[in-house]
């Protein structure tokens, strides 16, 4: 089964408009959320991470979101620009399974100029 | 460079043979996973090490699958008897041992098995 679910395959936003990125989990376990970017042929990228203990995190033009109730985090980034243009994994862990991460299937972004 | 470095990049390989990867952790980093990627997915754990001991192994590693961390510095990722399901992007990352923290990626190997 899937734990972490990114419903949307593909989002297409203009230049300096915000794009947010949903991300659905199921297993009450996980602790931590990480956000990570892959161009094609290379290896994701981190972008940003939340602890289960907040409910925001914030680095530049780029903010996390989480509902722990919901079981629910979305990314924000604001203003987006074509280099944004990229697949975005969230990913989710727990100490307990060792940091492993379990991540969706992805979304490609792309940013119009 | 201090990041995370895979080898080779890239490779093609006949069904059938042995291929060996390695993949060089950042150098302060005691715990490595190994992933595996196929297209439209998001990377799926195969194993991780802490320092030179594999402690877990996910089902998707099948026997022909062995990973190996001797002295607890670099992996490498043997596959024996490759079939062409086994063609994908194998992906290494390691991270400090510590609770709440993010992992980092290396560049991947692209296996394609003909």
């Known amino acids: 089964d899937q734990q972490v679910k990114q419903n949307s395959p593909s989002l297409s936003v203009q230049e300096g408009r915000i794009s947010i990125l949903n991300c659905d989990y199921t297993?009450?376990?996980?602790?931590?959320f990480l956000w990570y970017k892959k161009y094609p042929a290379e290896g994701p990228t981190f972008l940003i991470s939340?602890?289960?203990?907040?409910d925001k995190n914030e680095d530049g033009r780029f903010t996390v979101f989480l509902n722990k109730s919901a079981k629910h985090l979305s990314l924000h980034i604001v203003p987006s620009q074509p280099g944004d243009s990229a697949v975005y994994f969230c990913?989710?862990?727990?100490?307990?399974?060792?940091?492993?991460?379990?991540f969706g299937a992805g979304t490609i972004l792309r940013v119009k100029s | 460079d201090t990041g995370v470095s895979q080898n080779p990049r890239h490779k093609i390989t006949k069904r059938g043979q042995n291929v060996t990867f390695r993949c060089d952790p950042i150098?302060?980093?005691?715990?490595l996973y190994w992933y595996r990627q196929t297209l439209g997915q998001g990377p799926e754990f195969l194993t991780y090490?802490?320092?030179?001991?594999?402690?877990?192994k996910s089902r998707l590693l099948s026997d022909r699958f062995s990973a190996e961390r001797p002295k607890g510095s670099f992996s490498t990722l043997e596959i024996q008897r490759t079939e062409q399901g086994d063609s994908a992007m194998y992906l290494c990352?390691?991270?400090?041992?510590?609770?709440?923290?993010?992992?980092?990626f290396g560049q991947g190997t692209r296996l394609t098995v003909v």
């Open positions: 990352a390691s991270s400090r041992e510590w609770t709440n923290t993010e992992a980092f």
């Open positions: 297993n009450s376990m996980f602790d931590y």
């Open positions: 939340i602890s289960s203990i907040k």
């Open positions: 990913a989710a862990s727990a100490e307990e399974y060792g940091n492993k991460l379990v």
């Open positions: 150098s302060e980093h005691n715990r």
């Open positions: 090490f802490q320092n030179e001991a594999q402690l877990e």
